[in-house]
């Protein structure tokens, strides 16, 4: 991180005094949230680590403002971040709507230089993640996000594009590095070094940050994972795609915030759902009010679990068998009846590769919500130390064995039925 | 390939009759080829596939001059190949030059609009493919290609570049769409599959081409390196880097032509090389005058295949332990006598990937070779039809077995042990 803070002609960061006077000039905006502008009820509620959040009322209707401030709002101005994160998020978002029509939120304005996007208003939509820690059942969610990453991961792949077309996407999402590099720093690299930004619950969990550390196997393994990170360049990522990036009821689903958008490994999207699933199922004990009362809902969660996988798995081989567009697998060399069970074969070795990567990205992302800086609410929620210490602890050692025995987790089946013995295992941190 | 030829304003192909006026501006050149315009010899000597090539002597110096035509020269106006190719491989000479020195021409001038580059005239060097037909013994040769490889390819990926450098050449490269189509359609699809561009030794090895085409194993196979020369983005690459893209003397080697560069698989390039060593040694039996006159020569070439992987991977290795500069395998996480001990492991288990893909694409380089469009003149230059088509059956069967059985080619030395095999073996296509 540089200490330079970006300076850009016009930029100015909104206020709720200063929004209404800015959306009047939109004509769509102005149109849609309806009356004059002194009407329109005007709210800052970012409660995101990055960016300003506004919501606006008006008589008609209300959009929600995203603004990109040249700072990480967390942490303030010494934690510069570049702008041009609102850029790389409304190409991506632009992508994903046309790829997934209404599984993102619609965009209404979008302002370059104010790097600054006007969306609909998602109501009465919350967070996923709190309605899990809340215990809420979302029974569309498994087939939305599975259409979500079947579609967005396969149709900018080379599976589905020319490779004239793939090499322009990863030129314009190139630039996109210091936001990728947040994922290097604080996903593959932070947690198992000392590092200043690094916490946990502590002293509870003290000695298995240390272990961390210092486990060569583990730090290989993570290592490898962010090589291909950094070099691999399969589709187009969310990027950020965890129970924090959906706002959903029970009847419609919508994944916001891919400012982390790039060209990287579809398995670190597929890992990132799979790896909040799995920290949410690890603090249920934790939100338990009396034994048991939460047993329903972490068989629901891991249920889920595995028909994402499942689901996606079947989606993204239907689009490959019908839309064989891309470069890669040519259709003209697996024709007629022989040719098109041999692609078939290797289409199913295909998911496999993905399945494994997603595997060990999914390890990852568990634990550096334990012992990096992000932590996720399903767990820090959990006021009792020892308690959540305890649901951590299960989370970080099956992470461990999945990011290091890789291939002894050869299903979606083997990590669920994993994450219940650990549970029973690990009777304490 | 589109029909349409590339126009741009203030382009024009030169001829021997207008090149001295328009180096005659270039005060660099000017000075180094001595005496008036006049004096200047100037030859149009271009016999590759696609550029306009000029040597330019004066009475103190000469020099090369390299110009892109908006077309694939050898086919004609039918063939549109974008002006770019000179910004690419200008780009790339001017890297390969900063990483290694001496290992290419020296550049005097570079045009952009012209799509034009001035370099150093090599003398007395010649095309390496061409002294390898003569059976000329180039000691020299592995020290300096394995320098060449593990420089250029080390330097320019993740293990020595942080992530936002590394990303601003994936980004620099991306454009670069046209010439990787080349090799996309020409190395990794046509040569199994019916195409217009095929040619091979006929009829002699009709029933090889017949079986490469319906062979399902062979197409996975070239199928999955076609994916990772699609998303993998792991070093800048020569691109296409055989014996035809290196000049040199007994004493002296350069590395030319690198219009194919981008940031692709690291195996790709270390692959052709392993390629046409393999294509060369086959061919010697084509070229016996009398039995057994170039059984020293056939050793020379193998031996120095070995030296060339041996070499470039101590020096590869070398590198990485001496400047871990880059963002993968961060130094930080492997402190300490176990730290360096247990990286040490994964970089030599790194090699053994590399070498991985070092095998399957010198398989896929050896095959096109005499299954697609562009052949060798190793191969070519053999007269007598039912020869060279049994010099050619017995690479096409190396190539085969070490695409589909790749990991059965521990090493370089089960690649040479397996061709001296195969020669022995097949005694005729």
Chains 1, 2 share one sequence.
């Not at 003290?206 to 360049?233: I, M, N, Q």
């Not at 993905?354 to 634990?367: E, Q, R, S, Y």
Request: proline share 4%; charged share 25%; with cysteine.
């Amino acid at each position: 991180m540089s200490a330079q803070i970006e300076t850009r002609a016009g930029y100015l960061p909104q206020k709720p005094e200063t929004l209404a006077a800015y959306l009047s000039g939109v004509e769509r905006v102005r149109n849609l949230l309806g009356g004059a502008p002194g009407q329109w009820n005007i709210a800052e509620v970012g409660d995101g680590n990055l960016n300003l959040v506004f919501i606006v009322k008006g008589p008609l209707g209300g959009v929600a403002v995203k603004q990109a401030l040249p700072y990480v709002r967390l942490v303030g101005e010494s934690w510069p971040l570049p702008l041009s994160r609102a850029h790389y998020e409304h190409m991506a978002l632009s992508e994903q709507a046309r790829l997934t029509g209404g599984l993102v939120p619609g965009i209404l304005h979008y302002d370059e230089v104010q790097a600054l996007i006007v969306m609909e208003l998602l109501e009465p939509h919350i967070i996923m993640r709190r309605g899990m820690i809340a215990g809420t059942v979302y029974p569309k969610f498994a087939g939305d996000i599975s259409t979500f990453m079947a579609r967005t991961l396969f149709f900018t792949s080379d599976l589905a594009l020319t490779a004239e077309k793939k090499k322009a996407m990863i030129g314009a999402f190139s630039g996109n590095t210091a936001l990728c590099k947040i994922t290097e720093d604080l996903i593959f690299t932070d947690p198992y070094r000392v590092a200043e930004l690094n916490r946990w619950t502590s002293p509870q969990l003290d000695a298995y940050a240390a272990r961390w550390r210092e486990d060569g196997d583990l730090k290989v393994a993570v290592s490898r994972l962010k090589l291909k990170f950094l070099s691999s360049a399969e589709a187009m990522l969310h990027g950020d795609l965890h129970t924090g990036s959906v706002m959903l009821t029970p009847e419609d689903t919508r994944i916001i915030d891919p400012e982390f958008a790039f060209m990287g490994p579809m398995g670190f999207d597929v890992g990132a759902v799979v790896a909040n699933f799995l920290l949410n199922y690890f603090s249920q004990d934790g939100h338990e009010k009396q034994a048991g009362d939460r047993d329903a809902y972490k068989d629901w969660v891991l249920a889920t679990l595995e028909q994402i996988w499942t689901s996606f798995r079947e989606k993204f081989l239907a689009l490959w068998r019908d839309n064989p567009t891309g470069d890669a697998y040519p259709a003209s060399l697996f024709q007629g009846a022989q040719g098109e069970a041999r692609l078939e074969a290797e289409r199913q070795a295909f998911m496999e590769r993905l399945w494994t990567d997603t595997v060990g990205f999914a390890a990852a992302k568990m634990i550096r919500r334990i012992l990096g800086l992000a932590h996720n609410i399903d767990l820090e929620w959990i006021e009792d130390k020892d308690r959540r210490a305890s649901c951590e602890a299960r989370a970080l050692t099956l992470a461990r064995d999945m990011m290091v025995n890789t291939a002894s987790y050869s299903s979606i089946r083997a990590i669920t039925d994993a994450a219940r013995r650990v549970r029973e295992e690990i009777k304490s941190y």
